[in-house]
């Protein structure tokens, strides 16, 4: 078959993985396609990393399959780790390494010529800008630089499927920026990227397609606007509490809230829009809000609706 | 931004220059790791040899011949095999608790080279204590020696066990304080618990007897006899022995390489 007609979709097939009691991942299916940006989104515990794992061969599924093309990864490990490219959660072990020598070894071991590694290595290091960093050791690297040197490493000679777990970890605002663009490119240079991330509000401009993971299980896929499908024709509210002020009663057209710290989040209806703000500044007349914010539902009101989790809030409002 | 035009590869490598390619980048890989100890390791290996041969010499006032053979010979092991043996396990004992190890094994190489790069590095990280150490025995003692070419072979296997012996615990073990605990004991019995810096009649019995089938008399029997004449017997049977945890090391090593959690 010629090569360019091969299908070299990523395609996961009920897995299952348990840690003795705990069922890490309970029946996953998924499929990435190439050129495509795959989120993964879940709380802590949710079995993220363990998916991912498996698919890069340093994990063994009690059951289930997965496949890139023709290679049957679970099968064929080595397969596996010369296809894809992985970028682990924990920090990169190269304390001895100048950053540029960590991207260039780490690119030749994945098969990169030195002279294609060495052009790669300065466009990565000038597209992250790390530039200043170039020559330090990796032991005298502060944690964002080495998270984004880790990211050079290992795409320096990107393989089929580009496995990040948390990329923007530690990494600051505007280079997190950066990085998003470089993993952009990475699709749009035909690798089919599977991408770890906590961050709910930029994964939501990077990826293509999504699924949200809690307790092993997919609850939901699809793209960021599909997803928000549901949250349409309503409105999200924001109330930031006084300190010390306790959750005021809530009228009955607020359909969801959550509250971190003094953050007060709701859904109302678009239709209310109105007596949601008499009600936030009711609150503000009375001395009990500080400030409010009316806007559209985001991708993290869908999350926070499917896991309850309020962690991505409190991570937003801190 | 040019350079990935190209859709990535998806035939996998293989073959010779495959193997070869990884294993020099892994040995680069290594190398590099250790460059902040590297120094340092090879100045203790050059000191605890070159002190355990003066050492005898302050123990004993008038060092009896046999015994400065006995010491200035068995020294040269000790060098090769503590690297591979003890620092070895404790390196992978930390990748674990500091989770680097699963990037170093998600790198897409074959497992003989990372294998065969550590063992380049423990010979390259060994061999210059072991040169001192014999010099500065040749300096300090009146040696009868005499050097043969088996001494090569004897160095390599022995270097080679005692990395893959060392290689294969580090990777079966999970827990760092087990590893701790087993390194440490496992100084203790080289230096002091077996026959490489004195004959084996010098040990107790049961003791003597269990050597025969442990990796560290055979070690000492064989670079002793590369280096000596009429000082080993059954040199035959050492490197029976010796092979035999060569190879079981490594099938050890591959056994718990192939098995993922
Ligand atoms: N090696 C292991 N041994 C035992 N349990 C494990 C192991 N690895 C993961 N687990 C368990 O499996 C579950 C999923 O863990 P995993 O690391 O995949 O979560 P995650 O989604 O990546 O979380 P986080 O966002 O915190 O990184 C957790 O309950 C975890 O405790
Ligand atoms: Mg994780």
Redesign the interface.
Known sequence: MP?ER?D?SLRVRDLVKTFKEVRANDGITLRVE?GEVYGLLGPNGAGKSTLV?QV?????PDSGTITL?PYDLVAD???A???CS?L??????I???RAR?AID??G????GDRD?VT??RD?LIE?LDIGEWRDTLG?KLSGGVRRLVGFAMVTAC???VMVLDEPTNDVDPLRRRLLWQEVR??GD???AVLLVTHNVMEAERAVDRLAVIDRGRLLAEGTPSSLKAEDRGRLRLQVMLGPRVETPALPPFVQLHTRVGHNLMTVVAEAEAAHAIRWAQELMGLGLAEEYALGATTLEDVYIRLTGDVEAAGREAG | MTTLAAPPASALRSGVVYWWHSYRMMLRWEMVSLRMVLVITVIVQILTGAGFVLALGLFFGTVPPRAALFVSTGVLVITLITIGLVLGPQLVAMQKAEKTYDFLWSLPVPRTTAALAWVTTNLILGLPGMAVALGVALLRYDLDLHLSWAVIPAVLLTLFTGTMVGYALAHALGNPMLVAAITQMLIFVIIGFSPINFPADQLPGWLATLHRWLPLAPMADIVRAGLTEGVVEGVARSYLVLGTWAVASVGISAAVLGRRG
């Open positions: 090569e091969r070299w190439p794992k890069i061969g340093l994990l063994a093309g490990p080595d397969a780790r010369q296809l992985y682990p959660q924990a920090q990169m072990p304390a001895s390494f020598q070894i780490t030749m071991i994945r098969g294609t052009r790669r466009e597209a032991a990107p393989g089929r490119r990475l240079a035909g690798v």
